[in-house]
Protein backbone atom coordinates (compact mmCIF):
# COMPACT_ATOMS: atom_id res chain seq x y z
CA UNK A 1 0.00 0.00 0.00
CA UNK A 2 3.14 2.43 0.78
CA UNK A 3 4.68 1.99 -2.85
CA UNK A 4 1.06 2.34 -4.16
CA UNK A 5 0.64 6.01 -2.26
CA UNK A 6 4.17 6.95 -3.60
CA UNK A 7 3.32 5.89 -7.32
CA UNK A 8 0.24 7.76 -7.03
CA UNK A 9 1.76 10.86 -5.26
CA UNK A 10 4.20 11.12 -8.02
CA UNK A 11 1.43 11.13 -10.74
CA UNK A 12 -0.51 13.61 -9.13
CA UNK A 13 2.38 15.96 -8.92
CA UNK A 14 3.15 16.10 -5.10
CA UNK A 15 6.03 13.86 -4.92
CA UNK A 16 8.88 14.31 -7.33
CA UNK A 17 9.99 11.89 -9.59
CA UNK A 18 13.71 11.42 -8.54
CA UNK A 19 12.92 11.85 -4.86
CA UNK A 20 15.60 9.29 -2.86
CA UNK A 21 12.36 7.75 -1.06
CA UNK A 22 10.63 7.16 -4.12
CA UNK A 23 13.73 5.68 -5.76
CA UNK A 24 14.46 3.73 -2.96
CA UNK A 25 11.18 1.92 -2.71
CA UNK A 26 10.72 1.33 -6.16
CA UNK A 27 14.23 -0.34 -6.45
CA UNK A 28 13.95 -2.19 -3.22
CA UNK A 29 10.79 -4.11 -4.78
CA UNK A 30 11.28 -7.60 -5.34
CA UNK A 31 8.78 -7.82 -7.85
CA UNK A 32 8.10 -10.92 -6.33
CA UNK A 33 4.25 -10.23 -6.79
CA UNK A 34 3.56 -12.02 -3.58
CA UNK A 35 0.88 -9.17 -2.90
CA UNK A 36 -0.85 -9.78 -5.83
CA UNK A 37 -1.58 -13.19 -5.04
CA UNK A 38 -2.98 -12.32 -1.65
CA UNK A 39 -4.33 -8.84 -2.54
CA UNK A 40 -8.20 -9.09 -1.72
CA UNK A 41 -9.09 -6.33 -4.08
CA UNK A 42 -6.81 -8.05 -6.80
CA UNK A 43 -4.58 -5.36 -7.34
CA UNK A 44 -2.16 -5.52 -10.29
CA UNK A 45 0.94 -4.54 -8.43
CA UNK A 46 3.55 -5.22 -11.09
CA UNK A 47 1.86 -3.03 -13.85
CA UNK A 48 2.37 -0.01 -11.39
CA UNK A 49 5.72 -0.42 -9.94
CA UNK A 50 7.25 -1.63 -14.10
CA UNK A 51 6.16 1.36 -15.61
CA UNK A 52 7.16 3.18 -12.39
CA UNK A 53 10.84 1.84 -12.37
CA UNK A 54 10.54 2.97 -16.15
CA UNK A 55 9.52 6.76 -15.87
CA UNK A 56 12.81 6.90 -13.50
CA UNK A 57 14.78 5.55 -15.91
CA UNK A 58 14.40 7.85 -18.23
CA UNK A 59 14.63 10.61 -16.37
CA UNK A 60 17.45 9.02 -13.79
CA UNK A 61 21.19 11.17 -14.62
CA UNK A 62 24.03 8.57 -15.42
CA UNK A 63 27.91 8.81 -15.83
CA UNK A 64 28.98 7.40 -19.14
CA UNK A 65 30.08 4.21 -17.60
CA UNK A 66 27.19 3.67 -15.89
CA UNK A 67 25.41 4.30 -18.97
CA UNK A 68 27.46 1.63 -20.92
CA UNK A 69 27.18 -0.57 -18.73
CA UNK A 70 23.66 -0.96 -18.97
CA UNK A 71 23.12 -0.61 -22.72
CA UNK A 72 25.09 -3.13 -22.69
CA UNK A 73 23.61 -5.63 -20.63
CA UNK A 74 20.08 -4.69 -21.59
CA UNK A 75 20.20 -3.78 -24.99
CA UNK A 76 23.61 -5.37 -26.80
CA UNK A 77 23.82 -8.84 -24.44
CA UNK A 78 19.99 -9.96 -23.71
CA UNK A 79 18.89 -7.95 -27.58
CA UNK A 80 21.39 -10.65 -29.30
CA UNK A 81 21.58 -14.13 -28.76
CA UNK A 82 24.33 -14.63 -30.62
CA UNK A 83 25.73 -11.95 -28.54
CA UNK A 84 24.80 -13.43 -25.47
CA UNK A 85 26.55 -16.90 -27.42
CA UNK A 86 29.57 -15.36 -27.58
CA UNK A 87 29.74 -13.87 -23.86
CA UNK A 88 28.90 -17.26 -22.20
CA UNK A 89 31.50 -18.96 -24.47
CA UNK A 90 34.19 -16.68 -22.94
CA UNK A 91 32.55 -17.20 -19.49
CA UNK A 92 33.00 -21.08 -20.25
CA UNK A 93 36.16 -20.71 -20.92
CA UNK A 94 37.09 -18.75 -17.83
CA UNK A 95 35.18 -21.08 -15.57
CA UNK A 96 36.92 -24.34 -17.41
CA UNK A 97 40.29 -23.40 -17.50
CA UNK A 98 40.71 -22.67 -13.98
CA UNK A 99 40.88 -18.60 -14.58
CA UNK A 100 37.50 -18.32 -12.47
CA UNK A 101 39.17 -20.69 -9.51
CA UNK A 102 42.08 -18.83 -8.86
CA UNK A 103 40.65 -15.17 -8.90
CA UNK A 104 38.44 -16.49 -5.98
CA UNK A 105 41.61 -18.42 -4.55
CA UNK A 106 44.08 -15.35 -5.13
CA UNK A 107 42.19 -12.97 -3.93
CA UNK A 108 41.53 -10.81 -6.76
CA UNK A 109 37.91 -11.45 -6.52
CA UNK A 110 37.35 -10.20 -3.21
CA UNK A 111 39.94 -7.32 -4.05
CA UNK A 112 38.00 -6.33 -7.25
CA UNK A 113 34.63 -6.93 -5.09
CA UNK A 114 33.75 -9.82 -7.78
CA UNK A 115 33.42 -12.41 -5.34
CA UNK A 116 29.53 -12.47 -5.42
CA UNK A 117 29.14 -12.12 -8.69
CA UNK A 118 31.49 -15.15 -9.52
CA UNK A 119 29.83 -17.53 -6.89
CA UNK A 120 26.23 -16.64 -8.39
CA UNK A 121 27.24 -17.08 -11.87
CA UNK A 122 26.03 -19.83 -13.48
CA UNK A 123 27.96 -22.80 -15.05
CA UNK A 124 27.76 -22.66 -18.85
CA UNK A 125 27.11 -25.33 -20.82
CA UNK A 126 29.37 -27.35 -21.99
CA UNK A 127 27.19 -26.99 -25.71
CA UNK A 128 24.15 -24.61 -26.16
CA UNK A 129 20.59 -24.85 -26.89
CA UNK A 130 20.50 -22.78 -30.69
CA UNK A 131 17.25 -22.70 -31.99
CA UNK A 132 17.39 -23.73 -35.70
CA UNK A 133 14.02 -24.37 -36.69
CA UNK A 134 14.09 -27.48 -35.80
CA UNK A 135 10.94 -29.66 -35.38
CA UNK A 136 10.97 -32.31 -32.81
CA UNK A 137 8.13 -35.87 -33.91
CA UNK A 138 5.89 -37.04 -30.92
CA UNK A 139 6.71 -39.94 -29.15
CA UNK A 140 3.61 -41.60 -30.71
CA UNK A 141 0.09 -40.33 -31.42
CA UNK A 142 0.13 -36.01 -31.52
CA UNK A 143 -1.62 -34.19 -28.93
CA UNK A 144 -0.74 -30.86 -29.90
CA UNK A 145 1.71 -28.73 -31.76
CA UNK A 146 4.22 -26.39 -29.51
CA UNK A 147 6.54 -23.90 -29.56
CA UNK A 148 9.87 -23.98 -27.18
CA UNK A 149 10.98 -20.93 -26.00
CA UNK A 150 14.66 -21.61 -25.41
CA UNK A 151 15.32 -18.58 -23.24
CA UNK A 152 18.52 -16.81 -22.69
CA UNK A 153 20.49 -18.21 -19.49
CA UNK A 154 18.67 -21.09 -20.03
CA UNK A 155 19.95 -21.89 -23.26
CA UNK A 156 23.85 -21.33 -22.58
CA UNK A 157 23.75 -22.59 -18.92
CA UNK A 158 21.02 -24.12 -18.30
CA UNK A 159 21.03 -26.36 -22.31
CA UNK A 160 20.14 -29.66 -20.92
CA UNK A 161 17.27 -28.65 -19.26
CA UNK A 162 15.93 -27.42 -23.07
CA UNK A 163 17.12 -30.38 -24.35
CA UNK A 164 14.90 -32.54 -21.23
CA UNK A 165 12.42 -30.15 -21.89
CA UNK A 166 12.24 -30.95 -25.81
CA UNK A 167 12.05 -34.69 -24.77
CA UNK A 168 9.72 -34.71 -22.52
CA UNK A 169 7.46 -32.88 -24.52
CA UNK A 170 7.76 -35.69 -27.13
CA UNK A 171 7.35 -37.59 -24.48
CA UNK A 172 3.19 -36.16 -23.96
CA UNK A 173 3.07 -36.68 -27.11
CA UNK A 174 3.74 -33.27 -28.40
CA UNK A 175 5.34 -31.91 -31.98
CA UNK A 176 7.79 -29.13 -30.76
CA UNK A 177 9.47 -26.77 -32.99
CA UNK A 178 12.10 -24.39 -31.87
CA UNK A 179 11.88 -21.30 -34.21
CA UNK A 180 15.22 -19.32 -35.11
CA UNK A 181 13.75 -16.04 -35.19
CA UNK A 182 13.06 -16.18 -31.10
CA UNK A 183 15.08 -14.27 -28.41
CA UNK A 184 14.99 -12.91 -24.92
CA UNK A 185 11.60 -12.74 -23.63
CA UNK A 186 11.98 -9.05 -22.21
CA UNK A 187 12.05 -10.15 -18.25
CA UNK A 188 15.10 -8.82 -17.81
CA UNK A 189 14.44 -5.52 -19.19
CA UNK A 190 11.18 -4.86 -18.35
CA UNK A 191 11.66 -5.42 -14.63
CA UNK A 192 14.49 -2.96 -14.68
CA UNK A 193 12.28 -0.51 -15.50
CA UNK A 194 13.67 -0.29 -19.34
CA UNK A 195 10.10 -1.25 -20.94
CA UNK A 196 10.69 0.19 -24.47
CA UNK A 197 13.41 -2.10 -25.03
CA UNK A 198 11.13 -5.20 -23.68
CA UNK A 199 8.54 -4.44 -25.84
CA UNK A 200 11.22 -4.74 -29.18
CA UNK A 201 12.59 -7.95 -27.63
CA UNK A 202 8.79 -8.66 -27.53
CA UNK A 203 7.70 -7.91 -30.94
CA UNK A 204 10.88 -10.31 -32.18
CA UNK A 205 9.12 -13.24 -30.28
CA UNK A 206 5.55 -12.29 -31.57
CA UNK A 207 6.79 -12.27 -34.77
CA UNK A 208 8.73 -15.66 -34.64
CA UNK A 209 6.03 -17.46 -32.89
CA UNK A 210 2.93 -16.66 -34.68
CA UNK A 211 3.81 -17.98 -38.02
CA UNK A 212 4.61 -21.46 -36.13
CA UNK A 213 1.09 -22.89 -36.47
CA UNK A 214 1.62 -24.41 -33.36
CA UNK A 215 -0.84 -24.97 -30.76
CA UNK A 216 1.15 -23.83 -27.40
CA UNK A 217 4.04 -21.65 -27.04
CA UNK A 218 5.92 -23.46 -23.88
CA UNK A 219 8.67 -22.16 -21.22
CA UNK A 220 10.43 -23.66 -18.79
CA UNK A 221 11.59 -20.88 -16.79
CA UNK A 222 8.59 -19.11 -14.27
CA UNK A 223 10.05 -15.61 -14.55
CA UNK A 224 9.87 -15.79 -18.68
CA UNK A 225 7.11 -17.13 -19.21
CA UNK A 226 5.09 -14.52 -16.81
CA UNK A 227 6.48 -12.10 -18.94
CA UNK A 228 5.22 -13.42 -21.90
CA UNK A 229 1.91 -13.81 -20.80
CA UNK A 230 1.88 -10.06 -19.96
CA UNK A 231 2.60 -9.14 -23.48
CA UNK A 232 -0.73 -8.33 -24.47
CA UNK A 233 -0.66 -5.50 -21.16
CA UNK A 234 2.46 -4.54 -22.36
CA UNK A 235 1.09 -3.34 -25.46
CA UNK A 236 -2.02 -1.64 -24.17
CA UNK A 237 -1.18 1.81 -25.56
CA UNK A 238 0.15 0.57 -29.46
CA UNK A 239 -3.43 -0.34 -30.80
CA UNK A 240 -1.06 -2.38 -33.83
CA UNK A 241 0.43 -4.98 -31.59
CA UNK A 242 -1.76 -5.03 -28.70
CA UNK A 243 -4.23 -7.72 -30.71
CA UNK A 244 -0.99 -9.69 -31.59
CA UNK A 245 0.28 -9.52 -28.63
CA UNK A 246 -2.87 -10.51 -26.56
CA UNK A 247 -3.28 -13.71 -29.29
CA UNK A 248 0.11 -14.69 -28.39
CA UNK A 249 -0.19 -14.39 -24.86
CA UNK A 250 -3.39 -17.18 -24.66
CA UNK A 251 -1.05 -19.57 -26.11
CA UNK A 252 1.84 -19.46 -23.10
CA UNK A 253 1.91 -22.13 -20.82
CA UNK A 254 4.26 -22.84 -17.93
CA UNK A 255 6.12 -26.37 -18.70
CA UNK A 256 4.86 -28.04 -15.87
CA UNK A 257 1.05 -26.38 -16.28
CA UNK A 258 0.83 -27.81 -19.57
CA UNK A 259 2.17 -30.63 -19.05
CA UNK A 260 -0.43 -31.15 -15.94
CA UNK A 261 -2.62 -30.55 -18.22
CA UNK A 262 -2.53 -33.01 -21.50
CA UNK A 263 -1.21 -35.40 -19.33
CA UNK A 264 2.47 -37.25 -19.15
CA UNK A 265 3.31 -40.89 -20.37
CA UNK A 266 3.26 -42.26 -17.18
CA UNK A 267 5.94 -45.33 -17.68
CA UNK A 268 8.26 -43.83 -15.29
CA UNK A 269 11.35 -45.37 -14.30
CA UNK A 270 11.90 -45.53 -10.10
CA UNK A 271 13.72 -42.82 -8.15
CA UNK A 272 14.92 -43.50 -4.52
CA UNK A 273 14.73 -39.90 -3.21
CA UNK A 274 13.27 -37.49 -1.16
CA UNK A 275 12.76 -34.14 -2.86
CA UNK A 276 11.74 -30.42 -1.49
CA UNK A 277 10.07 -27.85 -3.83
CA UNK A 278 10.88 -24.32 -3.85
CA UNK A 279 8.43 -22.10 -5.88
CA UNK A 280 9.69 -19.58 -8.00
CA UNK A 281 7.68 -15.99 -7.51
CA UNK A 282 6.40 -16.03 -10.77
CA UNK A 283 5.28 -18.99 -11.14
CA UNK A 284 3.14 -18.92 -7.48
CA UNK A 285 2.20 -15.55 -7.51
CA UNK A 286 2.64 -13.94 -10.84
CA UNK A 287 1.27 -17.25 -12.38
CA UNK A 288 -0.85 -18.89 -9.69
CA UNK A 289 0.47 -22.05 -10.37
CA UNK A 290 1.69 -24.17 -7.16
CA UNK A 291 0.09 -27.65 -7.72
CA UNK A 292 1.35 -28.63 -11.14
CA UNK A 293 4.83 -29.32 -10.48
CA UNK A 294 3.40 -30.80 -7.27
CA UNK A 295 1.58 -33.24 -9.27
CA UNK A 296 4.72 -33.97 -12.01
CA UNK A 297 7.03 -34.78 -8.94
CA UNK A 298 4.32 -36.95 -7.48
CA UNK A 299 3.93 -39.27 -10.64
CA UNK A 300 7.55 -40.79 -9.89
CA UNK A 301 7.95 -43.80 -8.63
CA UNK A 302 10.42 -43.64 -5.71
CA UNK A 303 10.14 -39.81 -4.98
CA UNK A 304 8.47 -38.35 -1.78
CA UNK A 305 8.13 -34.88 -1.88
CA UNK A 306 8.29 -33.43 1.46
CA UNK A 307 7.58 -29.85 2.02
CA UNK A 308 9.86 -26.96 3.13
CA UNK A 309 8.37 -23.80 5.47
CA UNK A 310 7.85 -20.65 3.61
CA UNK A 311 8.26 -22.36 0.45
CA UNK A 312 6.66 -19.69 -1.77
CA UNK A 313 9.01 -16.73 -0.15
CA UNK A 314 11.31 -14.91 -2.35
CA UNK A 315 14.69 -16.71 -2.19
CA UNK A 316 16.03 -13.13 -3.51
CA UNK A 317 17.37 -13.60 -6.84
CA UNK A 318 14.75 -11.67 -8.68
CA UNK A 319 16.12 -11.43 -11.73
CA UNK A 320 19.23 -8.87 -11.16
CA UNK A 321 18.02 -7.97 -7.69
CA UNK A 322 20.54 -10.62 -6.40
CA UNK A 323 22.93 -7.89 -7.86
CA UNK A 324 21.47 -4.48 -7.54
CA UNK A 325 20.43 -5.18 -3.99
CA UNK A 326 22.80 -7.73 -2.52
CA UNK A 327 22.16 -7.14 1.01
CA UNK A 328 18.34 -7.51 1.21
CA UNK A 329 19.20 -10.68 -1.62
CA UNK A 330 21.39 -12.61 0.51
CA UNK A 331 19.33 -12.31 3.56
CA UNK A 332 16.70 -13.66 1.61
CA UNK A 333 19.05 -16.31 0.07
CA UNK A 334 20.16 -17.31 3.73
CA UNK A 335 16.60 -17.40 4.88
CA UNK A 336 15.54 -20.33 2.04
CA UNK A 337 18.57 -22.30 2.01
CA UNK A 338 17.91 -22.83 5.93
CA UNK A 339 14.54 -23.92 5.18
CA UNK A 340 15.61 -25.96 2.46
CA UNK A 341 17.91 -27.66 4.24
CA UNK A 342 15.71 -28.09 7.26
CA UNK A 343 13.65 -30.40 5.00
CA UNK A 344 16.32 -33.45 4.95
CA UNK A 345 15.76 -33.79 1.75
CA UNK A 346 18.66 -35.00 -1.10
CA UNK A 347 17.46 -32.89 -3.84
CA UNK A 348 15.69 -29.08 -4.38
CA UNK A 349 13.22 -29.18 -7.21
CA UNK A 350 12.63 -25.51 -8.96
CA UNK A 351 11.11 -24.50 -12.04
CA UNK A 352 13.12 -21.16 -13.04
CA UNK A 353 17.30 -20.96 -13.49
CA UNK A 354 17.40 -17.98 -11.12
CA UNK A 355 16.14 -19.67 -8.22
CA UNK A 356 18.11 -22.42 -9.36
CA UNK A 357 21.21 -20.39 -9.39
CA UNK A 358 20.19 -18.26 -5.95
CA UNK A 359 19.41 -21.37 -4.00
CA UNK A 360 22.42 -23.12 -4.85
CA UNK A 361 24.67 -20.65 -3.71
CA UNK A 362 23.20 -20.18 -0.53
CA UNK A 363 22.93 -24.03 0.06
CA UNK A 364 26.95 -24.13 -1.01
CA UNK A 365 27.44 -21.50 1.71
CA UNK A 366 25.56 -23.00 4.28
CA UNK A 367 28.03 -25.70 3.71
CA UNK A 368 25.31 -28.36 2.36
CA UNK A 369 25.93 -30.97 -0.58
CA UNK A 370 21.79 -31.02 -1.19
CA UNK A 371 21.61 -30.74 -5.42
CA UNK A 372 19.30 -28.32 -7.06
CA UNK A 373 17.43 -28.95 -10.11
CA UNK A 374 14.59 -28.40 -12.23
CA UNK A 375 11.77 -30.37 -11.83
CA UNK A 376 11.79 -31.40 -16.11
CA UNK A 377 15.15 -32.55 -15.30
CA UNK A 378 13.76 -35.31 -12.61
CA UNK A 379 10.87 -36.30 -14.88
CA UNK A 380 13.52 -36.86 -17.75
CA UNK A 381 15.96 -39.06 -15.43
CA UNK A 382 12.43 -41.11 -14.65
CA UNK A 383 11.99 -41.46 -18.69
CA UNK A 384 15.73 -42.92 -19.19
CA UNK A 385 15.54 -44.70 -16.86
CA UNK A 386 12.44 -46.35 -17.37
CA UNK A 387 14.14 -47.04 -21.05
CA UNK A 388 16.99 -49.05 -19.85
CA UNK A 389 14.40 -51.09 -17.67
CA UNK A 390 12.10 -51.84 -20.98
CA UNK A 391 15.10 -51.34 -24.28
CA UNK A 392 12.60 -52.36 -26.39
CA UNK A 393 10.08 -49.76 -25.77
CA UNK A 394 10.05 -46.86 -27.97
CA UNK A 395 12.28 -43.72 -27.58
CA UNK A 396 11.70 -40.51 -28.35
CA UNK A 397 13.82 -38.78 -31.14
CA UNK A 398 16.83 -36.98 -30.03
CA UNK A 399 18.52 -33.74 -31.26
Known sequence: RGRIALVKAVA??????????????????????ACEAVCPSGVEYGKLLEPARTQINRVMPRGPVSRGVRGFLLHTLFGSPAMLRAVSRVLW??????????????????????????????RISDRFF????????????KKATVVLHAGCIMATAFAEIDEASVRVLQRAGCEVLAPSAQGCCGA??????????????????????????????????????STLKEYGHLFHEEPAWHERAQAFASKVRDITEFLDEIGIDEHLGRIETTVTYQEPCHLAHAQRITQAPR??????????????????????SAGI???????????????????????????CMTANPGCQLQVQAGLRRAGSAMSVR???????????IADREAPSRDTPATR
Open 12 to 33: EGYLDLLSPGFVHQMSECLDCR
Open 93 to 122: FVQRSGLQALAKSSGLARLFGMESLLELAP
Open 130 to 141: VPRDQRWQPNGA
Open 188 to 225: ITVHAGDMDAGRTLAKRNIAAFEGSGADYYIINAAGCG
Open 295 to 316: NLVGKIPGVTLVEMAESSLCCG
Open 321 to 347: YNLTQPEMSQRLMERKAKNVAATGASC
Open 374 to 384: HVIELLDESYR
